[in-house]
């Protein structure tokens, strides 16, 4: 059981480079999410899923973009990428409203 | 801005004592709490998870709520070497089940 997948696990991009995050979970689970982690800050949402084809802004949504595919993929595109952008993102599912989080294993991103 | 407050460490504790962390957030409407644990370089994983007052004992951990004091706090209890990581506190902020974040307390636990 794979759990929370999560390509790729670094990647170093110019500034006003694009790219996109992929997340694939095999749990069945409706809601997703994308954090990102800096130091001192602890996790921050940027985006999340309810549910397939619904998406809405978290706490850092600027620069982003998100594509809930179906119910097993959740991608994050950076369309220009700029240094306050470098950080670890994590993917995370949930089972069910109020219960836990299931994380991938993060990217590290670096924008020079 | 709702907030969730950790004292971000490090703590050092001698192995075999306890650890003891504590958590403050300002919802007073959060219903779900959990205390995930993470180690340098890898993703967080869930320790304990507390939805009552009281405490919640699971092994060497227990979790303690307090709503009205708005206050969470975890205790490890014979602290192992293992346990040295950072510890995330999480709270939900709204009736969905989004969550916040602390910024973590730094465990050390010392030989």
């Known amino acids: 059981n794979a759990g929370v997948t999560q390509t790729p696990k670094f990647q170093v991009l110019k500034t006003g480079q694009s790219m996109t995050l992929q997340c694939a979970q095999d749990?069945?689970?409706?809601?997703m999410y994308w954090y990102r982690q800096d130091p001192g800050m602890g996790l921050r949402l940027i985006y999340y899923?309810?549910?397939?084809?619904?998406?809405d802004k978290g706490e850092v949504p600027n620069g982003y973009n998100v594509s809930r595919l179906n119910k097993r993929e959740f991608s994050l595109r950076l369309e220009s990428a700029a240094p306050s952008q470098t950080s670890v993102y994590f993917c995370?599912?949930?089972?069910?409203?109020?219960?836990?989080?299931?994380f991938g294993s993060g990217t590290q991103l670096s924008v020079l | 801005q709702k907030e969730v407050e950790q004292n971000s460490g490090p703590l050092s504790v001698p192995e075999g004592a306890i650890a003891s962390l504590n958590c403050t957030y300002s919802?007073?409407?959060?219903?779900?709490f959990f205390w995930y644990r993470q180690y340098s370089g890898k993703s967080p994983e869930l320790i304990m998870s507390?939805?009552?007052?009281g405490d919640k004992e699971d092994g060497r951990f227990t979790a303690q709520l307090n709503k009205a004091s708005q206050y969470v706090s975890l205790l490890i209890r014979d602290s192992q070497p293992s346990d040295s990581a950072t510890y995330l506190c999480?709270?939900?902020?709204?009736?969905?089940?989004?969550?916040?974040f602390g910024a973590g307390t730094q465990v050390v636990v010392t030989p």
């Open positions: 995370a599912s949930q089972t069910g409203e109020n219960e836990k989080l299931f």
């Open positions: 749990m069945n689970h409706n809601s």
């Open positions: 899923s309810a549910s397939e084809g619904t998406t």
């Open positions: 919802d007073r409407g959060s219903q779900s």
């Open positions: 507390i939805y009552s007052n």
């Open positions: 999480a709270v939900s902020v709204d009736s969905w089940g989004k969550f916040q």
